[in-house]
């Protein structure tokens, strides 16, 4: 865990979100490893489907991947998980390095709870649960609109902007992966590549390829051509606006 987190101040700002948006949330670090939510236990259409310890694992699963795509993409990505709620999430980023994630979920938003649950039974059909119990939990779940979901995603981000200029999520500079960014940060338009790199810290490449993959969401050569090549995208910018 490269980040530390200031959890009763975070607790608040979450009661505090869904208090607003009547939405739950939850954040996790850097390693995809739940931290705090709000309300602390999720639905009861979700407490179903976990009921199944397949599914459970599935829910497991579609957090790590939803994590790892935020990371990649390093903003807000909204989706439906494996049993058909809508889910949205955002990285929060110090630096260059995605340190946590906010996520929202347990979301209906169909069109018809009809339809919904057409789909939602089609998702679910090999998993053990009660049927019954879920189609009862599911109409009971709001029905929430597509703008809805993006308003309250764009206040989330917020949160998560929030997060670190109050200082309630910093880094541990010793950690290595925070070292190795900072280094980045300072020496990418010099002559820099991963042998370079590793060499510099100590490490293999494979070691350094696994710590780019986690935190860029790419290996170490393409996340350096990226930050030169916007580098030069803000360069070209700035002088375009100069000559007009």
Known sequence: MISSF??????????????MTRIRITVFDDSFRELAAYPELPAPFCQIIRSDPEAAACCHRCDKRACETAAKRRTLYTYRCHAGLTESITPIII???????????????????????????????????NFDALNAAC?????????????????????????????????????LPVQIDEYIQMHFTEKLDAVSLAGQFGIGRTQLYKIAKQNYGVGIAEHIRNLRMEKARKLLTEQSGLTT
């Open 95 to 129: 630096g260059n390095i995605p340190i946590g994630y906010l996520l929202f979920g347990q979301v209906f938003s169909y069109p018809s709870y009809e339809e919904g649950w057409r789909q939602i039974q089609e998702l679910c059909q090999g998993y053990r649960i």
């Open 6 to 19: 200031d959890l009763s101040k975070l607790k608040l700002l979450l009661k505090d979100f869904h208090h």
């Open 139 to 175: 109409q009971k779940q709001p029905a929430v609109t597509a703008d809805y979901i993006s308003s309250a995603s764009h206040i989330m981000q917020a949160v998560a902007s929030f997060l670190c200029m109050e200082r309630m999520v910093t880094l541990r500079r010793q950690e």
